[in-house]
């Protein structure tokens, strides 16, 4: 933190350990829940209701291609993530992490009659997958986005994995029920800051009163100016997933 003059360095847990950073809490939860080798398993786990939305999305004639095309990938994220009103990463690091964790990374992107609706790009760790950065296109809201993320939770129990970890959300917004609908139970996570003398811990939430003019503005950039002074804004607002 001392070498490049950050205001604070922040971690988030799950059982935090006893310290004298400062810690926040009630903000977000994280998803977690085991999955099997078999898939059907996996989809009879899910609730009746989403495993219903998961069959329908089975028989839309989606097709789930896997590579390694940041381009793709941050085509579908940054206009995801522009309509939710935040700025986007730059492209360069998508690429960077793909070229840092090789296999460990693995982009799913749904295409429908040729076009790339959705994409997710996950991480995989020990026994664990963690579909990290994703988003859809308006036209995703017909399902390819349950599509992507049973095509994840499919592929890698088959890979190996026994644990889905879905990530965090805000409390009680739309992120957070679509995961509890999928049967992940919400676990409280705990941000631990250490502050530089003056600084106080950050809210960025796009649910901040505060921000929420600045949210509605940016909703409604065209895409192209979104996606040029996005990566410039990112830098200083601390925003993670």
């Not at 499919?154 to 049967?183: C, Q």
């Amino acid at each position: 933190m001392r070498r490049l003059r950050a205001d604070r360095v922040e971690f988030r847990f799950r059982n935090p350990p006893a310290s004298d950073w400062i810690d926040v809490t009630g903000r977000y939860a994280t998803f977690r829940k085991a999955i099997d080798a078999d898939p059907e398993k996996n989809l009879l786990a899910i609730p009746r209701k989403q495993r219903a939305v998961v069959r329908k999305s089975l028989d839309a004639g989606l097709v789930a291609e896997r590579d390694a095309d940041a381009c793709r990938l941050h085509r579908v994220y940054a206009e995801s993530v522009r309509n939710l009103g935040s700025p986007v990463f730059p492209r360069r690091y998508f690429r960077a992490l793909l070229d840092e964790f090789g296999d460990a990374a693995e982009i799913v992107t749904v295409v429908d009659r040729g076009t790339p609706i959705a994409s997710v790009l996950s991480f995989y760790f020990r026994d664990e997958v963690l579909p990290y950065y994703g988003g859809g296109t308006a036209r995703a809201r017909t399902g390819a986005n349950d599509f992507m993320y049973w095509e994840v939770m499919r592929a890698a129990g088959e890979r190996g994995s026994r644990i889905f970890d879905f990530g965090r959300s805000k409390l009680d917004t739309g992120a957070y029920h679509f995961k509890k609908n999928w049967g992940f139970a919400p676990e409280p996570l705990t941000h631990q800051f250490k502050l530089r003398p003056g600084c106080s811990p950050p809210d960025t939430s796009p649910l901040n009163p505060k921000l929420q003019r600045y949210v509605g503005v940016w909703k409604r950039l065209p895409l192209p100016l979104a996606n040029l002074i996005g990566p410039q804004l990112i830098r200083h607002l601390g925003l993670g997933a």
